[in-house]
């Protein structure tokens, strides 16, 4: 994979994000655990290239990224698809995503990424904030979202390596 920067991607983050969704990965021990995401942006903040990615209370993968100082967010091509829906269904506490899926993980960075990935972000955990139901004006986004009252956390992370497929 060659390093860019983060504002040389082509491609639309958005539509990366919210469509073609993303694995979000920390280290599991002397292994990894990735979780689908589909919720998350890229920008600036605090004078940083920045990513934000959501995740729930009840998601393992939480206990991992709050006992890491990084994380990655890998994107994949449509041919992958069927692997993001693994790893968004199945637990890493119970069950083997990396076995499951086939996928390739790379120990190289000071997070682990996939070499099956188009593009790899590299980023240093900077802040987390849960959402506060209280912090909601619209309340319909609490009733669809947020009945059973399993919140998300945002993870903040300065971007510090991208990688893309060559």
């Not at 942006?41 to 729930?56: I, M, N």
Request: aromatic share 10%.
């Amino acid at each position: 994979m060659k390093e860019i920067s983060i504002r040389d991607v082509k491609e639309n983050i958005v539509k990366l994000i919210a469509n073609d969704w993303a694995l979000l990965t920390a280290k599991d021990g002397e292994g990894c655990n990735p979780m689908t995401v589909s919720w998350g942006s890229v920008g600036e903040l605090w004078g940083k290239d920045t990513v934000t990615v959501y995740v729930r209370e009840s998601r393992y993968t939480k206990q991992l990224i709050d006992s890491e100082t990084h994380f990655s967010l890998c994107f994949f091509g449509e041919e992958n698809k069927d692997v993001l829906k693994v790893c968004g269904s199945k637990s890493g506490r119970d069950y083997d995503k990396i076995k499951e899926t086939g996928l390739t993980p790379v120990y190289n960075e000071n997070a682990p990424y996939f070499k099956e990935a188009k593009l790899a972000v590299i980023c240093r955990k900077t802040a987390k904030q849960l959402l506060d139901k209280n912090g909601f004006i619209d309340d319909e986004i609490m009733e669809k979202w947020y009945a059973d009252g399993d919140m998300h956390y945002i993870y903040f992370g300065e971007i510090e390596k991208v990688l893309i497929s060559e």
